[in-house]
């Protein structure tokens, strides 16, 4: 089998390149194989080996990262016959972002046949992969993430192991870019608004942090609370919430501008003072999503 120290990825987009640079720079002997050619000219120029074929690169080391679009895609790539067969006992680590349904049917597939199977999330854009700030999460068997943690520490940053169940990273993956996507939806609908009453995106950005540096220690002084179910909103009751949300709606409507966003919101919150639950915080929409 191939020696520790090497290494094959799959997949040269932005972010493929970004692994497999970090592994070149690491010394870490990288195969590179992507569907379209030529995204590995520089690589190669550093050092990186092309490969011919899926199975030419998997070959090649005894570890596979894979960082493709969707798992439609790393399908399109694993599963043939002959790829399943060139990987038979050597390990695969998918760190491409999907589903957790997708992870786990994926871990299914490698398990029927003989591939090691790690699976696994990059939380960071492409310019932090070698640097301190990358953050990688993985999830899956704790044996085979320690097997092959001293080559995955090539690319740099944090690593951490979430647990056994192959879905949890795409899991937390899923949680985070909630966060992510809803926040940025917010801030293109207010730099619509802010523009519309005439203020331009500059002058709004160092308030705009502000709000953001309000929002991360609140996400762990309320983790605990929410845990235990405590909704408790001294100080900020939710029917504030669903007022300040009714003045965005009617400004934003006011200029033409769509408020769906801010209505589903506000939506959320009056469902939950009509429930009886108008002097508890905002989270108490938690509770409201999770009765299915
Ligand atoms: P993309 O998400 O655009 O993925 C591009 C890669 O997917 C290319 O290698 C492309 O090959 C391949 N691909 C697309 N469709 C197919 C297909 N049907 N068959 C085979 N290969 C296919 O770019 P990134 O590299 O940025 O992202 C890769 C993964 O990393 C994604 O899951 C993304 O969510 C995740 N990620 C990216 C971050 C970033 O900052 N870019 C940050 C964190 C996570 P081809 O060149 O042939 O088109």
């Known amino acids: 089998m191939s020696d520790k120290s090497a290494v094959t ?101 490698a398990a029927d046949h003989g591939i090691r199977y790690l699976d696994g999330a990059i939380m960071t854009p492409t310019v932090t992969i070698g640097t301190p700030d990358a953050v990688f999460i993985h999830s899956g068997p704790h044996d085979l993430y320690r097997e092959h943690l001293p080559v995955l520490e090539a690319l740099g940053g944090t690593h951490t192991h979430l647990g056994e169940d192959i879905g949890r990273a795409a899991a937390y993956d899923i949680a985070l870019l909630d966060i992510f996507w809803t926040a940025m939806t917010g801030y293109a609908h207010a730099l619509a608004v802010a523009k519309a009453e005439g203020i331009t995106a500059r002058e709004l950005a160092p308030f705009a942090k502000g709000i953001s540096a309000i929002l991360s220690p609140g996400f762990e002084e309320l983790a605990a609370r929410v845990d235990e179910g405590d909704f408790s909103g001294e100080g900020n009751p939710i029917t504030s919430a669903a007022s300040s949300m009714a003045h965005i709606i009617h400004t934003s409507e006011g200029h033409g501008i769509d408020a769906g966003v801010m209505r589903a919101a506000e939506g959320l919150a009056r469902r939950v003072i009509g429930l009886g639950h108008g002097t508890d915080g905002f989270l108490r929409v938690t509770e409201l999503l999770g009765r299915r």
Do not use: Q
């Not at 972010?15 to 590995?40: C, Q």
């Not at 550093?46 to 894979?66: D, I, M, N, P, Q």
């Not at 957790?100 to 871990?107: D, E, I, L, Q, V």
């Open 9 to 109: 990825v799959i997949g040269l987009g932005p972010m493929g390149r970004a692994l497999a640079g970090a592994f070149v720079d690491a010394g870490v002997r990288t195969t590179v194989w992507n569907r379209t050619p030529g995204r590995d000219r520089e690589l190669v120029e550093r050092g990186a080996v092309r490969a011919r074929s899926v199975e030419e690169a998997v070959t090649a080391s005894g570890l596979t990262v894979v960082c493709v679009v969707d798992y439609d895609a790393a399908d399109a790539i694993l599963r043939r016959d002959a790829v399943a067969a060139a990987l038979k006992d050597r390990t695969v680590v998918n760190l491409t972002a999907d589903t957790p349904g997708r992870a786990r049917a994926t871990a299914s597939w």
